[in-house]
């Protein structure tokens, strides 16, 4: 079974941590592996990974000719892709030399029609005391809540899951319309997806823990600030996606609010009374923030479809 792992990049400034990244798919365990490489529209970027996997037999580069997005430069990825399976690693993140190797055992040991595994954080700023576990996956890290044991779930983490090629060939490819692009910040288009392969297939993702990918989590993404506008856009991007799939019941995130609300929350606040410290009661108050946040992002999600439904362009 030959893989093929997309990594799709576009920003000069993060070129050492792609270094990274590309190297440490190269370095794994498992033989039958290329990387593609998908520069999105900066040809300065594009010569110098050139320069650097040009002449590497495993590694293909490509450049898109203008800024497409990740999505649009997911599916470019997937077009140029070899392997009878496709995996994403995000340029700002590390695999394990056994990922590949745990991601295709899965595919062999379940016939799989996709597989992914969990996100650790290489919190190179350090770790933010304020941000609760429940909420990691604001930054790109697997969040209290989910599965400990290896099982079958909705969807992993884009930078940790693969699928096989047959299914991008027969469901096409990511939906563009989610998927940060410019000032654009819609999260999900992994989501979508597998929502999509579960409708034709019947199946899930295979999860693997031990199929471990670290993420780089930089001094911006722990800032207050930064944390608030992405739960907006999680939330945005979740409304996005109930219009994208109607026939989506949410399902997952039914189940984690629930848990949020009737598990997480009594327990912070027991914490909170028991412990008696600043950053229990700091990571209870940041909770109820983002959970806050991530509602309101719906909502305005919601009032611009109905603005754009009232809209005179849709009545011509």
Request: glycine share 8%; net charge negative; with cysteine.
């Amino acid at each position: 079974m030959k893989v093929s792992v997309v990594i799709c990049t576009y920003a000069p400034d993060v070129f050492d941590h792609f270094v990274d990244a590309v190297n440490s798919v190269l370095a794994g365990t498992y033989d039958d592996v290329e990387v593609v490489v998908v520069v999105d529209g900066d040809e300065s970027l594009f010569e110098r990974v050139r320069d650097r996997y040009g002449r590497h037999d495993d590694v293909v580069v490509h450049c898109n000719d203008e800024n497409l997005g990740l999505s649009a430069s997911r599916n470019v990825g997937v077009e140029r892709a070899s392997g009878d399976v496709v995996a994403f690693l995000d340029d700002d993140a590390v695999a394990h030399p056994e990922w590949v190797e745990r991601l295709v055992s899965l595919y062999e040991r379940h016939d799989a029609v996709a597989a992914g595994g969990r996100m650790t954080g290489r919190w190179v700023a350090g770790k933010p005391t304020f941000l609760p576990a429940e909420f990691y996956w604001l930054v790109g890290v697997t969040h209290r809540g989910f599965p400990l044991e290896e099982c079958e779930v909705r969807n992993t983490f884009g930078s940790n899951i693969s699928f096989r090629k047959e299914v991008f060939e027969e469901l096409g490819g990511f939906e563009t319309d989610l998927g940060r692009a410019g000032e654009q910040n819609l999260q999900g288009e992994e989501t979508e997806f597998a929502a999509r392969m579960r409708t034709r297939y019947g199946e899930g993702v295979w999860y693997d823990p031990e199929a471990v990918v670290e993420h780089k989590v930089f001094d911006y993404r722990t800032k207050p600030k930064w944390l608030l506008e992405r739960a907006f856009w999680q939330g945005y991007s979740k409304r996005v996606m109930a219009d994208i799939l109607p026939d989506e019941d949410g399902g997952e995130e039914s189940a984690f609010l629930r848990q949020l609300l009737f598990a997480f929350v009594p327990a912070r606040l027991r914490a909170v009374v028991t412990e008696r410290t600043a950053a229990s009661a700091l990571q209870l108050g940041f909770l109820v923030a983002l959970t806050a946040t991530v509602g309101l992002g719906f909502a305005f999600a919601t009032v611009d479809r109905w603005r754009a439904d009232r809209s005179p362009e849709q009545h011509t």
